[in-house]
T-cell receptor, first 112, second 113 residues
Framework: AQTVTQSQPEMSVQEAETVTLSCTYDTSESNYYLFWYKQPPSRQMILVIRQEAYKQQNATENRFSVNFQKAAKSFSLKISDSQLGDTAMYFCAFLPLNDMRFGAGTRLTVKP | KAGVTQTPRYLIKTRGQQVTLSCSPISGHRSVSWYQQTPGQGLQFLFEYFSETQRNKGNFPGRFSGRQFSNSRSEMNVSTLELGDSALYLC????????????FGPGTRLTVT
């Protein structure tokens, strides 16, 4: 079975600090994408960052970066200089073929 | 470029009724996927349509169905509604089928009473 596990249901961080959200997945596929999506309260799901499995270099998007460990099947998201607007549910997602699998989500609260 | 749009945004139905939700993908995107989001089960894949054909289907009963039109717009239908069908239904579009980035719409919140 291809599953995605986010072991941290809730996290909080002080504004301007750094926080890391963890994600592990299980698959026998060799070609796939990994994503982090952000879902603010009552708002639309937004793509934060993506990583192609064949790329060894970790993806970076401004304050967001990932630590992709393919052998360990780990895909963590680091948010630097946290802002109040980063408060949201964060979903790790895995796309091996056609159907994207999501983790249960991590509710991140950024405190002023 | 306009994003993925879903209509209606909110729906209230009673048990036993049926409902149709609509999704318009980003212009040029040919694949549309549907997801159900509930507090208990999280985000679950329903099905994907590409070139008017269902490419893949999640583990949902046959009451859940969908279709795609030649302009890539998609509809999903749920018949004989049950209380447990209350959820946020998300549509996502991508350029092609397979391992491609998906962009999500705002969702349709369905409440079954």
């Amino acid at each position: 079975a291809q599953t995605v596990t986010q072991s941290q249901p809730e996290m909080s961080v002080q504004e301007a600090e750094t926080v890391t959200l963890s994600c592990t997945y299980d698959t026998s596929e060799s070609n796939y994408y990994l994503f982090w999506y952000k879902q603010p309260p009552s708002r639309q799901m937004i793509l934060v960052i993506r990583q192609e499995a064949y790329k060894q270099q970790n993806a970076t998007e401004n304050r967001f970066s990932v630590n992709f460990q393919k052998a360990a099947k780990s895909f963590s998201l680091k948010i630097s200089d946290s802002q109040l607007g980063d408060t949201a549910m964060y979903f790790c997602a895995f796309l091996p073929l056609n159907d994207m699998r999501f983790g249960a989500g991590t509710r991140l609260t950024v405190k002023p | 470029k306009a994003g993925v749009t879903q209509t209606p945004r909110y729906l209230i139905k009673t048990r036993g009724q049926q409902v149709t939700l609509s999704c318009s993908p980003i212009s040029g995107h040919r694949s549309v996927s549907w997801y159900q989001q509930t507090p208990g089960q999280g985000l679950q894949f329903l099905f994907e349509y590409f070139s008017e054909t269902q490419r893949n289907k999640g583990n949902f009963p046959g009451r859940f169905s969908g279709r795609q039109f030649s302009n890539s717009r998609s509809e999903m239908n749920v018949s004989t509604l049950e209380l447990g069908d209350s959820a946020l239904y998300l549509c996502a579009s991508s350029k092609e089928t397979g391992v491609y980035e998906q962009y999500f719409g705002p969702g349709t919140r369905l409440t079954v009473t």
